[in-house]
């Protein structure tokens, strides 16, 4: 087995070293007293001028004050109050009242849609689409749908005038 030339001297210094450092150790351990307790005197007290009491109204009190963060007692802010949907209007349908038979408890009514031009016939109470036949007279039907109501008048024919005799 090869061996290196080691110098002897320079093994020895570094032994000596170890050992140095390991007694200089070993006395810095020893050589330091038992802690002694300290007491310490407590910190004044922040010296800040109180607060002038003051009547702020609720209104101007802040979010904060009025509902403190990390409080036991925080609420969630109020709901905001929710309006009512509009109501939907539902168009009425677009007719000609041609024919009105009145009734004392109730009536026939036959016309014309504008918007199919097709005939209808309706009594009183009966359903056309949405619309329901709330009343029949002698001059008029009403539709009601909801809150909605549509009156149409009996359609008076035109007046015929005669043609002018020949000559």
């Known amino acids: 087995m090869p061996t290196l030339p080691l110098d002897r001297a320079a093994v020895t210094l570094a032994g ?14 020893f050589a330091v007293p038992n802690p002694a307790a300290v007491t310490v005197p407590a910190l004044p007290r922040a010296l800040l001028p109180p607060l002038p009491p003051t009547a702020v109204p609720a209104a101007e009190v802040g979010e904060a004050v009025r509902r403190p963060l990390f409080s036991e007692s925080r609420r969630p802010p109020p709901p905001k109050p929710i309006a009512p949907p509009p109501p939907v209007l539902v168009p009425a349908p677009e007719l000609q009242v041609t024919g009105i038979i009145a009734g004392v408890g109730g009536g026939v009514v036959l016309g014309t ?36 109501v549509q009156d149409y008048p009996l359609a008076t024919p035109p007046t015929i005038t005669p043609a002018p005799r020949p000559r």
């Open 16 to 29: 000596l070293g170890v050992i140095a450092g390991v007694a200089m150790a070993l006395v810095g351990i």
């Open 113 to 148: 849609d504008k918007h199919t031009q097709k005939p209808f016939r309706l009594k009183t109470g009966e359903m056309l689409g949405d619309w329901r036949v709330d009343g029949i007279t002698r001059t008029s039907l009403r539709l009601r749908h909801a809150d909605q």
